[in-house]
């Protein structure tokens, strides 16, 4: 399976340590998590929710990363994402007990699509790689008035 990313060049790696530091949807702040889409197209939605506008970083760059076909993913058992507390609970003890490494959730910007995060804590989380990385930029289209 292929996931993608995008962040600051300087956070490429897989650890989890902004999910650990700030939190996210479904981790709260001491739960490292790496927060992947199933689209690059929703990747890019996912950072656009959580920027300002007039603030975007100049060193962005988009990561297309590999999950081995071989592992298990848990799957969100609803349809669409919970509220941002009881989206916490879920993925905080999903983490603690390294069920699978990957889990499987509706997007809270689109609905119909999926985010998967996974869990660097995981004893298979050596067996993901990032197969490319790229500098990325937004369109300025998307920020016209």
């Known amino acids: 399976m292929f996931v993608y990313r995008i962040c600051g060049r300087p956070h490429v790696a897989l650890d989890g340590e902004g999910a650990r530091l700030y939190g996210g949807r479904w981790n709260s702040p001491g739960h490292p998590a790496v927060y992947t889409s199933m689209h690059l197209s929703l990747a890019a939605l996912e950072y656009l929710v959580h920027v300002d506008f007039d603030n975007l970083p100049t060193d962005l760059v988009w990561s297309k990363i590999e999950i081995p076909d071989t592992i298990a993913i848990e799957s969100f058992p609803k349809p669409t994402a919970p509220n941002e507390?009881?989206?916490?609970?879920?993925?905080?003890?999903?983490?603690?007990?390294?069920?699978?490494?990957?889990?499987?959730?509706?997007?809270?910007?689109?609905?119909?699509?999926?985010?998967?995060?996974?869990?660097?804590?995981?004893?298979?989380?050596?067996?993901?790689?990032?197969?490319?990385?790229?500098t990325f930029e937004f369109d300025d289209r998307l920020f016209k008035a």
Not at 87 to 92: T, Y
Not at 93 to 108: F, M, Q
Request: net charge negative; aromatic share 8%.
């Open 85 to 134: 507390r009881d989206a916490a609970i879920f993925g905080d003890e999903w983490l603690k007990n390294r069920r699978t490494l990957a889990l499987l959730v509706p997007s809270a910007v689109l609905y119909v699509q999926y985010d998967v995060i996974l869990n660097p804590a995981h004893s298979e989380m050596a067996g993901v790689r990032t197969l490319e990385t790229h």
